[in-house]
């Protein structure tokens, strides 16, 4: 499956409202927002919306934001956050990034937190495909995700490895459950599924973006920009 398998989605409405509203992820949206340089009268894409974490200050700047979101629950909710604030350019869509429900060359910009890292490799690689495919020439993507391997191949993956357990052995007997059971959802390709730095840099390359730049950040995550060429000159994916 391209998509994370026995993940509830529509029960997870609360958590993921408690994480839009926490420092870490206001910083990421702050950082991500800054490299997507929205203009007035821009059309926006908002992949794995949420709650709305990126969607609702974008929609401040932009004509319209298309917010797509695989649950149901979650749209419903970013809907009636986006009435609250009066903010008549939100349009809530339930679909997946692996297939956008838009037409060729019909968005600005595109933006997204934390979501790719719940696709299987193959299915990031469609996702890509799918941006590109939206995006106008020369139309930017910006998005921070989950960027380590679970391998301990380099100096960051295993301080970000080592981080997390000590973070959950803390935590005690309810720590040390949760961290073997991730051990055994890993083990059977049921847990998150990140991909490191180069590998989105090399991913973003193929699938036809130019001005890559992939940041990685002091914790687990990594900022990502990149641009679909211009004109008649641009690079086709694979």
């Not at 950082?31 to 059309?43: F, T, V, Y």
């Not at 037409?103 to 890292?117: G, L």
């Not at 995006?135 to 490895?161: I, T, Y």
């Not at 989105?200 to 687990?220: D, K, S, T």
Request: charged letters at 25%.
């Amino acid at each position: 499956m391209m998509l994370i398998a026995n993940k509830d989605w529509d029960n997870y409405v609360v958590n993921a409202e408690e994480l839009a509203r926490s420092p870490g992820f206001l910083s990421l949206r702050d950082r991500i927002l800054d490299r997507a340089r929205i203009a007035e009268g821009e059309c926006v894409l908002d992949c794995g919306a949420g709650t709305g974490l990126l969607t609702l200050p974008a929609a401040t700047l932009a004509e319209r934001v298309w917010a797509v979101d695989i649950s149901a629950a979650m749209c419903s909710y970013l809907e009636t956050k986006a009435a609250s604030a009066g903010l008549g350019n939100v349009e809530p869509v339930v679909a997946s990034v692996i297939s956008l429900p838009l037409i060729d060359r019909s968005v600005d910009v595109a933006v997204s937190n934390y979501c790719f890292h719940h696709l299987s490799d193959r299915g990031k690689l469609q996702s890509l495909a799918e941006i590109h495919r939206v995006l106008k020439p020369g139309g930017r993507l910006a998005f921070a995700d989950m960027m380590f391997s679970v391998g301990v191949g380099s100096e960051r993956d295993r301080a970000v490895l080592a981080s997390k357990v000590r973070s959950m052995m803390a935590k005690g007997p309810a720590g040390v459950w949760r961290l073997a059971r991730n051990a055994g959802r890993y083990a059977t390709r049921r847990w998150e599924q990140p991909a490191d730095p180069r590998w989105w840099r090399e991913a973003l390359a193929a699938a036809g973006f130019v001005e890559v730049e992939v940041e990685p950040l002091e914790h687990e995550g990594a900022l990502a920009v990149a641009r679909r060429p211009d004109g008649d000159g641009e690079v086709r994916p694979a």
